[in-house]
Each structure stands twice: as C-alpha cells, then as structure tokens.
C-alpha cells in the first residue's frame, strides 16, 4: 500500500472510531444538542471542543513544515471571500442537518450499522451532492 | 431547557480522536480532512490520480465504525428505524448544501477553524444556527 493511502486509512479509522463513540453519529444525540429550547443535550460541544484543542495547536505547527511526511506539499483551500454560495450553501447544510441529524462524516460511519436505513439517507446525501454538481455545473 | 444524555468524557475523547484524524492526514498527507470534500472528489470531482487515497479514508470511517461496534454490541434507535421523509429530505439537502458551500462539520467547523480561515468560521456559525432554527421549528413551532 502507498503511503498515502495508509495515511488516509489510519485517518479515516480514527475519525470514524471518534465520531461513533462520541455521539456524534447518533442523529437523534445530534437533534438534541440543536434543541436548545427543548431536550438539550450538550455533548457535541465537547466534541468539537475536544477536536480543536488539540487541531488549533497541532495545524499551526505542522504547517510550518515545507511538506507533508508523504512529501507532498500541503492543499489547502485559498479562498478568502465570503460569498453568498457560501453563506447560502452552509444555510441549506444546516436545515438538512437539522431535519435528519447527519452530516456527511457521522452518515458514513453510520454505515457501520450495515442498516438500510442509513444507507438510503447516505444515497439521498449523494443525490443531493449530484445534483449540486450536475446541475450547477459549479466547482 | 431540559438536559438530558449528556456524556461529556466519551464525548471529549471522541472530539480527540477526530481532531488526531484531522492532524495526522494533514502532517502525513498534506490534505484536509473534509469529508464532503473528500467525498465529492472521491465520486468524480478530483482527478482520477487524486481519487484512490479518499476511498481509503472513507473505507476508514466505516471501518472505524465497525471496529467501534466490536467493542459496543448496540445499534441506535435511529439507525434501525425506516427514515421519514423529512430525513431523506434532510440528507438531500446535506449533500446540496455542503457541496454548495464547500463543505462540512469537519472541513469548516475542525479544519477550517483550526487554520483560522474567514470563510471556514462565517461557514461553522451560519450552518450552526440555521440547524438550532430548524430544529426550533420542526419540534416546538410545527409539532
């Protein structure tokens, strides 16, 4: 296996392992911490918490480095400006969230239930990607 | 306000683990670990050299499920339950949305952040409360 790939699939365990035991992929645990008003659960806040305490530091540090291990150089996005596609696409990212619990990354790991439920909302996740990109033509 | 399940030691070592994910395809790979980026790519987006390491780490987070569940013998409610339309309808407009804005809880709300990008935070805060008003919504307003 190339390195890469194995660092992607290192990667990819770990998230996948985090999001399932933090909650994170439990759509009704992500429904109560968007209800403030009503059954709050606090729980996602620690968990993107936990996240940035310890990406904040790490980010600013290994993108001091000239390259990544691998040797590649770091890809990062180099936009600046807020745009309304931004500001109207994380809008409908968020109804969506907050109507079926799931973002992408909690949607895939949930597969791991190997229930045919989340894999019909993972495909409606991926038409509505589809969608996105075939009609918009944007990207 | 009512809290309830609140499990802040499972939920603080999970958030390590994705944020060690996050860091380690960054300091290994040089890539961000945006998964609707690293999805939509993955399917057609990135170009065709670029498409084998996102199969990898997408294979990982099942995986990482699976591995989870070894450990767990459980399945959430939610996960056994036939979706209802208004989640499918949901996930249609995940996919759109983060597609549409550049990404996702991982890409803007842990990556983004975590490089103090402008768009990345405006991104992490506009689809925060845009899920708080829904769910406002859906459950106090309509139910």
Redesign the interface.
């Given at each position: 296996m190339n390195k890469q790939n194995l660092v992607a699939l290192v990667a990819g365990i770990l998230f996948g392992f985090g999001l399932m035991l933090s909650g994170m992929a439990n759509p009704e645990k992500v429904m109560n911490f968007l209800d403030l008003a009503g059954t709050w659960d606090p729980t996602l806040a620690f968990v993107m918490g936990g996240a940035l305490l310890i990406s904040v530091p790490a980010f600013h540090f290994v993108l001091k480095r000239p390259s990544a291990w691998t040797g590649g150089r770091f890809q990062l996005p180099t936009r600046k400006d807020i745009d309304s596609r931004l500001v109207a696409g994380a809008t409908i990212f968020g109804i969506g969230w907050g109507m079926s619990g799931y973002c992408p990354g909690p949607a895939l790991a949930a597969l791991s239930f190997a229930s045919a439920s989340v894999l019909m909302t993972v495909v409606a996740m991926l038409i509505g990607m589809a969608i996105h990109d075939r009609l918009l033509r944007l990207n | 306000?009512?809290?309830?399940?609140?499990?802040?030691v499972?939920?603080?070592?999970?958030?390590?683990?994705?944020?060690?994910?996050?860091?380690?395809?960054?300091?290994?790979?040089?890539?961000?670990?945006g998964?609707?980026g690293v999805?939509?790519g993955a399917?057609g987006?990135a170009s065709a050299g670029d498409r084998?390491?996102?199969w990898?780490?997408?294979?990982?987070?099942?995986?990482?499920?699976?591995?989870?569940?070894s450990f767990n013998d459980f399945?959430?409610?939610?996960?056994?339950?036939?979706?209802a339309w208004?989640?499918?309808?949901?996930?249609?407009?995940?996919?759109?949305?983060?597609?549409?804005?550049?990404g996702?809880?991982?890409g803007?709300?842990?990556?983004?952040?975590?490089?103090f990008?402008?768009?990345s935070v405006?991104?992490?805060l506009?689809?925060?409360?845009?899920?708080?008003?829904?769910?406002?919504v859906?459950?106090?307003v309509i139910a």
């Open positions: - | 306000m009512t809290i309830i399940d609140f499990t802040p499972t939920g603080l070592l999970g958030g390590l683990m994705i944020g060690l994910a996050a860091i380690i395809l960054l300091l290994g790979s040089g890539r961000i670990a998964v609707s999805l939509a399917m987006q084998q390491w996102r990898f780490f997408l294979a990982g987070l099942v995986i990482g499920g699976l591995l989870y569940l399945q959430w409610g939610a996960a056994a339950a036939t979706p208004p989640v499918l309808i949901g996930a249609l407009l995940v996919g759109f949305g983060t597609r549409m804005g550049n996702c809880t991982s803007h709300g842990i990556c983004g952040i975590s490089r990008s402008v768009r405006v991104a992490t506009t689809f925060m409360v845009a899920g708080f008003i829904t769910v406002f859906a459950r106090h």
